[in-house]
């Protein structure tokens, strides 16, 4: 029996609310704000409302109901324990306005949790303002215009960003005012150095770069890539969003990275995939301290206080910035320690491997080598057969598609991160359903082309649906 839409069971006089009696004076609004026609909206029950939503949630697939090996994400498991820490009315019941002396609990944890960024990255500062990797990456690159104008030195305008980096790297040079100059990979996948030292000169505001990269490859050469950059006068900006292969092994400001950001949504075990909300705090070395998006948690004494750094780029979100985030990634950090974050890195990059060594039987790994967290293979497997029908197909056994066609070095992409948080039977189940779909390939491909068969709607058209996405239901009337 399939659920039909909320509007369609819609019954005059029905409702799924009962209000208490009125207990003040009654008031009459103004005309002006009145309605001139009621709303259109279904009348229900509330047992019809909760059926309505709670089957709207499973049409979603979610990290806590099946494998979410989506490349360059993160889905590791959120712990639940996050959840109630992060709904303590201690620290939620209060209000952005309040001064700083009566919320000191809330700005102690903020201090700290800048503390640990600081030390798990090797940095000198954190800004947590910033409310999402991409508008981390934009304070970071404002951070670094900010100290090439701060020394007078105007005419660095160029950005230089590796062809397999995230298109929010591009983006945010573009929105901060460079032109961006896109660099070769080499056939290990690492930047092209040779290419590097030609593009950098006088001109050169700086090189955002991933590390590992989105190959999931660590740069072979990070030591002299960073060394290029600074020696022509650039700053060099580290994407963490793939944090998740290094803590405890490899600190980026140790590297000389002089400004990074950090996903919380990603390596820190906060949900994400539903839209939001996120947290990209950025971490700077010495030099751009003064610069960072503000105010950010000092420590004065005993007390905790909010503080602009002197040559600030200015506040970049409202407010404090996404304050649930930081409860639940403080509480990820005390709950695991030093030891265990390390571990957390080190399981990420087992598990990758071996689904690497595994699948990559089947399914070509593009570049392969020893991988981080995650690795690209291809899906290309039998003529006709592309990466989008393998996709597509993983969704009637029950598994979240990887990150296809992306980094766009690699045609027919499939970008798989399996995080530390999946069993090794988890892992073995996901190798047997490839190689199912592989077999399949062979035998039927009509089977693949016309995947997924289970979900309500099969192939949507992709960019209509991006471009000219329809978000209301509009019923018909009477
Ligand atoms: C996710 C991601 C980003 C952007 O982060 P958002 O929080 O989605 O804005 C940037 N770079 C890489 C490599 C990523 O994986």
């Not at 029996?1 to 209000?19: C, D, H, K, N, Y």
Request: hydrophobic share 35%; charged share 20%.
């Amino acid at each position: 029996m399939s659920q039909p839409l909320i509007f369609e069971l819609s019954s005059p006089g029905r409702t799924a609310f009962s209000l208490p009696e009125l207990d003040v004076p009654e008031f009459e609004l103004p005309e002006q704000f009145l309605r001139k026609e009621p709303p259109n909206l279904p009348e229900v029950s509330e047992l019809q409302l909760v059926r309505h939503y709670t089957n709207l949630s499973q049409k979603n697939y979610a990290i806590d109901t099946v494998f979410y090996p989506l490349g360059s994400c993160t889905m590791k498991y959120n712990p639940k324990v996050h959840e109630t820490i992060a709904t303590m009315g201690q620290f939620i019941n209060i209000h952005p306005f309040q001064s700083a002396d009566s919320v000191q609990g809330n700005l102690q944890l903020m201090y700290e949790l800048q503390i640990y960024l600081a030390e798990i990255a090797g940095f000198n500062a954190i800004s947590l303002q910033p409310a999402a990797g991409a508008q981390g990456e934009f304070a970071g690159v404002l951070v670094i215009r900010a100290y090439h104008d701060d020394n007078g030195d105007t005419k660095r305008t160029k950005m230089l960003i590796p062809d397999s980096a995230h298109g929010t790297n591009p983006a945010t040079s573009v929105m901060a005012g460079y032109d961006v100059v896109e660099l070769p990979s080499d056939a290990r996948g690492n930047v092209d150095l040779e290419s590097l030292k030609k593009a950098c000169d006088e001109t050169t505001a700086g090189l955002m770069i991933t590390n590992p990269n989105t190959l999931g490859l660590f740069e072979e050469h990070i030591d002299a890539v960073i060394k290029t950059v600074h020696d022509c006068g650039g700053l060099v900006y580290g994407d963490g969003a793939n944090l998740n292969a290094l803590m405890g092994i490899v600190r980026p400001g140790d590297l000389g990275f002089d400004v990074l950001h950090f996903n919380l949504h990603k390596t820190f075990s906060t949900p994400h995939g539903g839209g939001g909300p996120g947290s990209g705090p950025i971490g700077v070395g010495e030099r751009l301290a003064p610069f960072l998006p503000g105010p950010i948690v000092t420590k004065d004494g005993e007390n905790y206080n909010f503080t602009m750094p002197e040559k600030s780029i200015g506040a970049i979100k409202d407010f404090w910035g996404n304050f649930g985030m930081f409860l639940r990634t403080y509480a990820y950090i005390r709950m695991l320690g030093a030891d265990g974050l390390r571990k957390t890195s080190e399981n990420a990059v087992l598990n990758a491997n071996y689904l690497r060594v595994k699948l990559g039987k089947t399914y070509p790994v593009a570049y392969d080598r020893l991988c981080m967290h995650e690795f690209v293979s291809r899906g290309n497997i039998v003529e006709g057969v592309h990466a989008v029908d393998i996709a597509k197909r993983l969704i009637d056994y029950d598994c979240h598609p990887p990150t296809m066609y992306f980094p766009l070095i690699v045609s027919e992409a499939l970008m798989i991160e399996p995080t530390e948080t999946e069993s090794m039977k988890t892992l073995d189940e996901f190798v047997e359903v490839m190689e199912k779909i592989a077999q399949e390939a062979e035998s039927n491909p009509e089977l693949l082309h016309g995947a997924p068969h289970v979900t309500d709607h099969s192939r949507f058209d992709e960019v209509h649906a991006a471009r000219k996405p329809k978000l209301r239901y509009i019923p018909k009337k009477g």
